[in-house]
């Protein structure tokens, strides 16, 4: 059983900065070798924004965040990062933590298979 919380949402201006953390728990989760960050907005589709392979690092990210965001982590801690710069108003939205057991596959909410709860990231112009 792996548990996964996000933390660190909120209301911010455009132009500003927030930083999500997801911390993972749970003695299955050695198992899984991917961790993401995804969000929904209110009546859209999830978006993949950014992945990471847990053991070396190696990261993807959606086109719309590529140079505005950085996804990072704490091995030690198994504590996902998701660094937020120069936001825009469609950013906005509740963005989702998420663990995949697939290391080749990085942007496909499909085969994330465990999901935080969410945390709401609201962005005003």
């Known amino acids: 059983q792996v548990t996964l919380v996000e933390s660190g949402g909120g209301s911010v201006q455009a132009g500003g900065s927030l930083r999500l953390s997801c911390s993972a728990s749970?003695?299955?989760?050695?198992?899984?070798?991917?961790m993401g960050w995804f969000r929904q907005a209110t009546g859209k589709e999830r978006e993949f924004v950014a992945s990471i392979l847990w053991f070396d690092g190696d990261t993807t990210y959606g086109d719309s965040v590529k140079d505005r965001f950085t996804i990072s982590k704490d091995n030690d801690r198994n504590i996902l990062y998701l660094q937020m710069n120069a936001l825009k108003p469609e950013d906005t939205a509740v963005y989702f933590c998420?663990?995949?057991?697939?290391?080749?596959?990085?942007?496909?909410?499909?085969?994330?298979?465990?999901w935080g709860q969410g945390t709401q990231v609201s962005v005003s112009s």
């Open positions: 749970g003695p299955t989760f050695r198992h899984y070798v991917m």
């Open positions: 998420a663990a995949s057991r697939i290391q080749h596959i990085r942007d496909d909410p499909e085969w994330f298979g465990i």
